[in-house]
């Protein structure tokens, strides 16, 4: 059986149990590739599974950054790589299951990602940005790489994209061909989590939400802002993260943070979805309004067995 699966779907849609129920099935070890439950102290809200949730199934790139710290694709790449390799070289099973698909398919294809200089370029287009403003900035990107201008929106990802040209000389839409056209570093089976009914998805983000509550979110963010992590950090940006710190504030009522929390969660299962559809080598396995996580489990199972014939 292949040594590498990839179990990809939007988010509460249960990948976790099923990671670990396949694990145990195949004598796996859990690569996590979700780029929140990166950050240590970040529990409740990102979702990370407790103790007695991973069963004694070994778990990887959980709680490997500080909060206070961006967190990067390339820098998941370059730590989660060399673990799938080790589990794959002591005889089991790695099982990379999350929602983050930029990190998963990074992970795979073995992108070659481009350097992060610290030649003050990064420092000078973020003072230029400050002072002509964000289009101005956005036209510049549009003259010499059209159509990375047309797909990207944010203002980091933007300076990104000019940071690379300006010190390489080279589009960061060619370095993305040239990448995409290197064999990739490993082949695993994809497996992807969707529902019959796109409203069983959104009960199942509403629910978990209202848990979160339960379990203490609003006191796990409190803490995060006690020690020092600033509310503009990257972590912090996070769904479920940046709302509640608006509430905490007083800026917004505490159930308005929520229901803008679920209705963000909501449209990034629909993202999560669009993304990982693009793939045509993933396997599906659909939930239906009464099916069960042992179903799901046996039916991914059986698939596998399948696709190991």
């Known amino acids: 059986m292949n040594p590498i699966i990839c179990l990809a779907g939007p988010t509460a849609s249960g990948k976790t149990a099923l990671a670990v129920e396949l694990a145990k099935e195949l004598d796996g070890e859990v690569v996590s590739c979700d780029s929140m439950q990166v950050y240590?102290?970040?529990?409740?809200?990102?979702?990370?599974?407790?103790?007695?949730?991973?069963?004694?199934?070994?778990?990887?790139?959980?709680?490997?950054?500080?909060?206070?710290?961006?967190?990067?694709?390339?820098?998941?790449?370059?730590?989660?790589?060399?673990?799938?390799?080790?589990?794959?070289?002591?005889?089991?099973?790695?099982?990379?299951?999350?929602?983050?698909?930029?990190?998963?398919?990074?992970?795979?294809?073995?992108?070659?990602?481009?350097?992060?200089p610290s030649t003050g370029v990064r420092q000078r287009l973020e003072a230029q940005a400050d002072a002509e403003g964000l289009e101005a900035m956005a036209d510049w990107l549009r003259s010499v790489d059209p159509e990375a201008a047309e797909r990207i929106q944010d203002r980091k990802r933007l300076l990104r994209a000019l940071e690379v040209y300006l010190e390489t000389g080279e589009t960061i839409t060619e370095h993305n061909r040239r990448t995409q056209a290197i064999p990739p570093r490993f082949t695993p089976v994809w497996l992807g989590l969707d529902f019959e009914d796109r409203q069983q998805l959104y009960d199942r983000i509403d629910l978990r939400v209202t848990k979160m509550l339960e379990r203490g979110l609003l006191e796990e963010i409190r803490g995060l802002l006690d020690s020092g992590v600033p509310e503009k950090a990257t972590a912090m940006q996070a769904i479920g993260y940046k709302e509640f710190v608006d509430a905490l504030a007083g800026r917004e009522p505490l159930e308005a943070a929520a229901d803008q929390v679920r209705q963000s969660s909501r449209r990034y299962a629909k993202r999560q979805l669009t993304w990982f559809r693009r793939n045509k080598a993933m396997h599906w396995l659909i939930r239906g309004e009464n099916t069960t996580g042992e179903d799901i489990f046996l039916s991914a199972r059986q698939l596998l067995r399948e696709i190991d014939k």
């Not at 790139?61 to 967190?71: C, F, L, R, T, W």
């Not at 790449?77 to 794959?88: K, L, S």
Request: hydrophobic content about 40%; some cysteine; glycine content about 10%.
């Open 40 to 116: 240590r102290r970040m529990d409740i809200g990102t979702a990370k599974p407790t103790k007695e949730e991973m069963q004694g199934i070994p778990h990887h790139m959980i709680d490997v950054a500080s909060p206070e710290e961006d967190y990067s694709v390339s820098r998941y790449c370059a730590q989660a790589a060399p673990i799938v390799e080790g589990i794959v070289a002591r005889g089991k099973t790695a099982i990379i299951a999350g929602g983050t698909g930029l990190y998963m398919d990074s992970l795979i294809r073995g992108n070659d990602f481009a350097p992060f």
